[in-house]
């Protein structure tokens, strides 16, 4: 009856010992794959960094030369306003300058 019952305790004991050892194969995979998920995932952040940063690098290229293009604007609209409000003065004086003429002729 012992003989019995050491039999199938060695049974029972070999099967978890083949369950257990089935599990520590399973757990090694998956620390496997979650390394190279790990890996993965510092690689896309990497280069989600480097990508965020060109990105800003060309936004605040693209922001300055819009600054740039508004002050040339700018500087342009106050010099064509200059030249005529000048045209403006001239006309004006011209036509002083026409209605005494045509005073004098009559």
Same mark, same amino acid.
């Given at each position: 009856? %012992?003989?019995? *019952?050491?039999?199938?305790?060695?049974? +029972?004991?070999?099967?978890?010992?083949? /369950?257990?050892?089935?599990?520590?194969?399973? $757990? +090694?995979?998956? =620390?496997?794959?979650?390394?190279?998920? @790990?890996?993965?995932?510092?690689?896309?952040? /990497? $280069? @989600? !960094? =480097? @990508?965020? @940063?060109?990105?800003?690098?060309?936004?605040?290229? *693209?922001?300055?030369?819009? /600054?740039?293009? +508004? =002050?040339?604007?700018? %500087?342009?609209?106050?010099?064509?306003?200059?030249? $005529? !409000? /000048?045209?403006?003065?001239?006309?004006?004086?011209?036509?002083?300058?026409?209605?005494?003429?045509?005073? !004098?002729?009559?």
């Amino acid at each position: 009856m %012992t003989c019995l *019952i050491d039999a199938e305790m060695k049974e +029972i004991f070999g099967m978890i010992l083949g /369950k257990l050892d089935s599990l520590d194969k399973k $757990v +090694i995979k998956n =620390s496997l794959e979650l390394e190279s998920m @790990q890996s993965d995932m510092k690689t896309i952040i /990497k $280069v @989600q !960094r =480097s @990508q965020s @940063q060109e990105l800003n690098r060309k936004l605040d290229d *693209i922001s300055d030369d819009i /600054k740039k293009d +508004i =002050s040339l604007h700018s %500087t342009a609209i106050k010099d064509v306003s200059i030249d $005529v !409000r /000048k045209l403006e003065e001239g006309q004006i004086s011209l036509e002083k300058d026409v209605s005494a003429l045509i005073r !004098r002729i009559g």
